[in-house]
Every structure is written in structure tokens, then in C-alpha cells.
């Protein structure tokens, strides 16, 4: 099987998931607690935010493509009531400290190294990310990041803080 077929299978599998995990969007969002660079962060603390949730690994290109745009997301959007939290999935803490000086996070980063957020949902690759609304259900799921793809993102996020 030649690369470019299995891209274009990878590519309808993971579209396939998304489609059939739309279910999930509008359900709520699995709670948690994580170490944070600050302390702890539980999800019932950001109750009353429109919460863009994405898990990442210090491995992942398109991460390091999205951390720009979260950054920018937060700046635009912070005081419409966005907060972007990024969990990060690396086993060994120094991977993701490397990735943050060479990335810098403008936003909230929580740790995961156990990956059990991430299994509560039902992360299939890095990076996803997750639009929680005010009320803590999940509004939109995305998976990777593709910069063409940024103007839809907004556009999720714009009408979750509309709501």
C-alpha cells in the first residue's frame, strides 16, 4: 500500500471518529484535576467559561503549530470569558519543558502523564481539542491542527462565548 493511500485511510478513520463522537459533543464533559504549572486545576473551577481544551505531546508537530494560535485565542477572547487549557500527555516531564521554551503557552498547561483525562476522552491523537460551554458540556470536538482549519476553530469558539 503506497503512503499517500494509508494518509488518505489515517485521514477517514479519524474524520469517521469525529463523526461518530459527535454524540459526545453536547454531552458533558468528563471532570478532572491536574497539576498545573501554578498548582491544581479542576474542570468545576472553569464552570461559567467557554473552556477550549487541548491534549498535546512534546512529539507532535501540528502541537507546535497550534500553541501560537491557542495563544492568540486566549489574548482575543480571555475577557468574552475563553480559556484555552492545554494537557499534556509526555511520561517525562523534561519533554514538555523543553517544548514550552521552544513553545511558550500564553495559557493555562496541565499535565497528564498518566494519560487518564485523556482516556476519559477518548483521545485518539495529538493534538485534540475539545470546546466546552459555559454550562460544561462539550460543544465541538477537533482533531490535529491544520492551519487552514483555524478561521472554522474561531468560528466555534465565537459561538460558544455567544451563547
Not at 507546535?64 to 491557542?70: A, C, G, L, Y
Not at 492568540?72 to 517544548?99: C, I, P
Not at 521554551?101 to 498518566?114: G, K, L, M, W, Y
Not at 475539545?130 to 465565537?158: P, T, V, Y
Request: one cysteine or more.
Amino acid at each position: 500500500m503506497s503512503s499517500r493511500i494509508f494518509t488518505r485511510l489515517v485521514l477517514l478513520l479519524l474524520f469517521g471518529w469525529a463523526f461518530s463522537h459527535t454524540a459526545m459533543a453536547a454531552g458533558t464533559a468528563p471532570n478532572f484535576s491536574l497539576p498545573t504549572q501554578a498548582g491544581t486545576l479542576a474542570l468545576t473551577d472553569l464552570k461559567g467559561k467557554v473552556v477550549y481544551l487541548d491534549f498535546w505531546a512534546s512529539w507532535c508537530p501540528p502541537c507546535r503549530k497550534s500553541f501560537p494560535w491557542m495563544n492568540e485565542m486566549e489574548r482575543r477572547y480571555s475577557r468574552q470569558g475563553l480559556t484555552v487549557v492545554a494537557v499534556n500527555l509526555d511520561k517525562d516531564h523534561e519533554l514538555a519543558d523543553k517544548f514550552l521554551n521552544e513553545v511558550p503557552a500564553e495559557f493555562t498547561v496541565a499535565f497528564d502523564p498518566r494519560g487518564t483525562v485523556a482516556e476519559s476522552y477518548h483521545v485518539p491523537g495529538m493534538p485534540s481539542s475539545f470546546i466546552i460551554d459555559r454550562n460544561g458540556k462539550i460543544q465541538a470536538i477537533h482533531i490535529g491542527f491544520r492551519e487552514e482549519d483555524s478561521a472554522d476553530l474561531e468560528a466555534s469558539l465565537r459561538s460558544a462565548l455567544s451563547r
